[in-house]
């Protein structure tokens, strides 16, 4: 190849680049794009069943900001352990414990009745609403949430669950808004409660 | 070279050091309160002040039926949970359990853990032995 077709092969890819550049700033600069994300898509009213065994739909959860966790109260871990940590967060808050729902939805309604759940969350120093469900019921809500859980057999019997970690936090009305999880630190945590209890 | 001899001596001594013994100190031992069957988790802090390392092999306890070196895990979001098999405590060196990772879980446990209350739990070093531990049952949104 002789020098001068390199040169003009190497100035063509400089200007595909550039073309490729402006074509990445005009759809970021769009605004219609940048406005619809599919966070809309997680959340969406549900009926499950409260601790007093009763139908619990949704809608008694707006006007007010939650925080939604999946869980199970034969978790020994991880669990008690997000419960605490939201308890806590919500005390740091400092604004009250009115500022926001702590939400248990239980992933083992084959175990987690009504009133276990009752008795689960009077373990905790604060409010926590408890939920679980028919088997259906409690798929549906996980397709909602992105949520995912698994049974895992133990090799002395009985079984364990695994679950997507991440607390889902909704706006008052009801509206997706981020997600906690374990690993970020609570100063973060502490910022995205605020925002949603602004 | 002869300079060098003593070094050398040196040297073969303090490697010989390696050979002496660990000193396991345990310490810190919580779990949070549990209800019905299910079961607890334990976070011990594990002090190694010796000379030599040692491995944590086990756990037991009179209060439940089952105790076994557990480790909490995030894989893609997803909290997961394995048998921890032996963990290495290199001299020196302490290990604090922390919610989340390395905890003993409590399989079959007599009574629901009750906050205030405490229990004994041993744990078992291939070096060391059997250690014990009291473990109290703090509230449950401590830590």
Request: hydrophobic share 40%.
């Amino acid at each position: 190849m002789s020098l001068t077709r390199l040169r003009l092969l190497l100035w063509l890819m400089v200007g595909a680049v550039g073309i490729g550049l402006v074509a990445l700033v005009w759809r970021q600069s769009d605004p219609q794009r940048s406005a619809s994300t599919s966070l809309g898509t997680i959340g969406g009213p549900f009926t499950l069943i409260g601790t007093d065994g009763k139908p619990f739909a949704s809608s008694k959860l707006i006007g007010k900001p939650s925080a939604i966790f999946f869980g199970f109260t034969h978790c020994p871990d991880v669990c008690p352990t997000t419960l605490a940590r939201l308890t806590k967060l919500r005390k740091q808050l400092g604004k009250g414990q009115d500022a926001f729902s702590i939400v248990l939805i239980s992933v083992d309604p084959e175990r987690d009745t009504p009133a276990d759940l009752r008795e689960y969350v009077t373990l905790f120093d604060t409010p926590v609403i408890a939920l679980t469900g028919s088997a259906a019921q409690v798929e549906q809500v996980k397709k909602q949430f992105g949520a995912f859980s698994r049974k895992v057999e133990q090799p002395g019997g009985g079984y364990n669950v695994e679950h997507t970690a991440a607390v889902m936090l909704m706006d008052e009305k009801g509206d997706f808004v981020a997600t906690l999880t374990p690993e970020e630190g609570d100063q973060v945590a502490l910022d995205k409660l605020e925002r949603i209890t602004a | 070279m002869k300079r060098a001899l003593p070094i050398c001596f040196a040297l073969l001594v303090a490697a010989c050091g390696q050979n002496g013994e660990p000193d396991i100190q345990l310490g810190n031992a919580w779990a949070r309160p549990t209800r019905g069957d299910s079961p607890g988790a334990v976070y011990v802090a594990i002090n190694n002040k010796g000379s030599a390392d040692d491995r944590l092999t086990g756990a037991f306890s009179d209060h439940a039926a089952m105790a076994m070196v557990h480790q909490s895990e995030l894989v893609d979001g997803v909290a997961t949970m394995r048998m921890a098999g032996e963990i290495n405590v290199p001299a020196g060196s302490r290990i604090e359990m922390v919610p989340g990772g390395t905890h003993i879980m409590l399989e079959g446990l007599r009574a629901p853990l009750k906050t205030g209350d405490s229990f004994e739990l041993v744990l078992k070093f291939r070096k060391s032995g059997d250690r014990k531990v009291t473990v109290d049952v703090t509230k449950a949104e401590q830590k």
